[in-house]
């Protein structure tokens, strides 16, 4: 069996990131969106957790912890926002949503 | 300092009939309710007004009694009393002070006296009239103020009773407002009296300006004694003319005095009273106070003189032929006032106080005496429908006689001895100066004696053209207004004994008006009436038998005229049919007067004046307006195109350059994502590819 080194845990953070990407550009419900930049985070987490552990420095776990509460946060905000949107337009799809310009 | 009972509260005179004046106006609608509505019959509010407000007239009189007996009691020199109550203008120099002195005197006791009577007479005559207490009111406020005219010790506060005798000869012709003519005779005498009035108070600042003072006294001591500034003799004769410009409003002269025949609008007693007796001689007053200012003018002296004769003979000579009666006395009192002019402007100012003073009693008994026929016809006026009235009514008709006499002037009574001294000293003085206006004098008392016993014949002899349901009431007046006929015909006769010309040799002893008067016109005399004592007494025997015979002429003259053969009188008519034309239409000066001033000054100017407002103050203010809108409408040019435009231009602008970038916000969020993502790309490949 061989070790899990930091740069396994690089490219699951790579994949993560680039999955993460395509979904928020390619998908058109914002629920898939909102979920795909979870994917983003999540990505970073590793990294940063990775590298947390190949430096022994625990800065990077702390920042991982803050990444977190960040997204719930981000969560929280996204959804209410998105259910404000549905009572308005019903409407989820970020497609039909397009007044916020000239 | 002033001593005696009556003399230092002399200022309480007047508050016996403000006091009267003030209950009537204040409470006495209460007293006497039904007085509202014109039919009041007695109650007992009525019972007290009827004998408060005479009573408080003849308090007054009987306090003015006592005031001027403790005055006769002093020498001739001291008789002067001036009471000063308080400091009232010290600007000008005008206290609220009072003076008797032998002038007012006389003044004192003919308006407390006449109007006394014409009081007790006004119980009876307005008994069943509306506004009892109204009436007795205004009577006893005018009262008020003609003795405050009379008692003033200065020119302002004569000034306060002057307006005040205004105002209530105003408020008591209108008295029956309903009627539309007598509301006009109101607003007339009102408005024509303002004309004088303003001349009167130019007068009083000119005084003052000159003279710096305004009390009798002062001024004429001042006058007297030539110690006034020598700048200030070139304003004596305007101040002069402008004070007899104000008698002339007040005391209806030419050229205002239009108004006095149309105030006959008023009840019967006020025209007696204010119209006949006092407040139009208070322009003689005025003229007779101010004695040593006027000796000062000689042009004006003459200019009174001249107006007071031309009105006598025009005021007379219209009275020949109206039918109204109390018009025919309305201009009889005009020719009269002239008579007192006449006389203040040769010089004799004590003869014209003297007329003044008999012509209160002949003419106020006249007045009353047309008042009591009027009332016994139930009203009628005109003469045409009166006759044989002689027995019907007999103490009317006894007085009136009498009155009539007197004013024609037959020798013994009161008109006789005023009249022909007037006409005396128009004769002898300066020299025989004024021989012409003698003449004019003659003449109008020759047409006095002829209007007058036209009027007695019209009345009360001849056959009855009074309408049957009329005739049917003919009745003597009640006592209360007979009594006071009876009083003022005996003033009638003896009035005019205290005025018995020298020629007639009475002793020393016998009461003289004209030395009682002597210290007030002390020094006036001397300057005009001296050539006159070169005259021999047959001269003046001659001249006093040509006006009795000339009045005897016109009394025979009317008595054929109108009794005997009446149809004398309309063949005379129609052969001098445009003469009576004329005079029937008063020389038309109403209408002169309407056209000139009315319709020519007041609404000519009015046209004129609308016209110099559309065309010049409109003009202007639509010329302004014009400006503005063109000034305006250049600066919306300016606005629109230039800081419009240039905001707008920046606008297009920015709105251009903005065309590129737009396309790129699409509100998408997914294409903002997607430019993030290439952003984020495209630093990363910059930095890989270095």
Known sequence: ?102 | MVTGTFLPLIWLIPLFPLAGAALMLLVGRRLDPQGTHGHGHGGGGKAIISILCPGAILAAFLFSLGAVLELAARPPVERSAEVIVFEWMPAIGAPWGFLLDPLSSVMVLVVTGVGFLIHVYAVGYMAHDGGYYRFFGYLNLFVFFMLMLVLANNYVLLFVGWEGVGLCSYLLIGFYFLRKPAGDAGNKAFLVNRIGDAAFILGILLMFAALGSVEFTRVNELLRSGRYAPEAAQWLPWIALCLFIGATGKSAQIPLYVWLPDAMEGPTPVSALIHAATMVTAGVYVVARSNALFVLAPDVMSLVAVIGAATAILAASIGLVQNDIKRVLAYSTVSQLGYMFLACGVGAFWVGIFHLYTHAFFKALLFLGSGSVIHALSGEQDMRKMGALKDKIPITFRTMFIGSLAIAGIPGLAGFFSKDEILWQTWSSQGGAHRFLYVIGIVTASFTAFYMWRLMNMTFYGTSRTPHEVEHHIHESPKVMTVPLMALAAGSVVAGWVGIPKVFHFPESWPSLEHWLAPVFAGSEAGVAAAGEHHSAAAEWGLMALSVALAAGGIWLARRMYHHKPELADGMEQKLKPLHTLLYNKYYIDEIYGALFVNGLAKGGGTLLSRFDAAVVDGGVNGAGWMTRFTSSLSIWWDTWIIDGSVRAGAFLVKLASYPVRVLQTGLVGSYALFIVLGVILMFGYYLWK
């Open chain 1, 1 to 102: 069996m061989h070790p899990v080194t930091t740069v396994h845990y690089l490219f699951l953070s790579a994949a993560l990131l680039i999955v993460g990407t395509i979904g928020v550009l390619t998908r058109r419900n914002i629920v898939v969106i909102l979920m795909s930049i979870e994917l983003i985070l999540n990505a970073v987490n590793i990294n940063l957790i990775a590298f947390s552990h190949q430096l022994a420095n625990v800065h990077g776990q702390v920042f991982a912890i803050f990444v977190i509460t960040d997204a719930a946060a981000e969560a929280a905000v996204g959804l209410g926002i998105l259910i404000a949107l549905f009572r308005n337009k019903e409407t989820v799809n970020a497609d039909e949503v397009d007044i916020l310009k000239w």
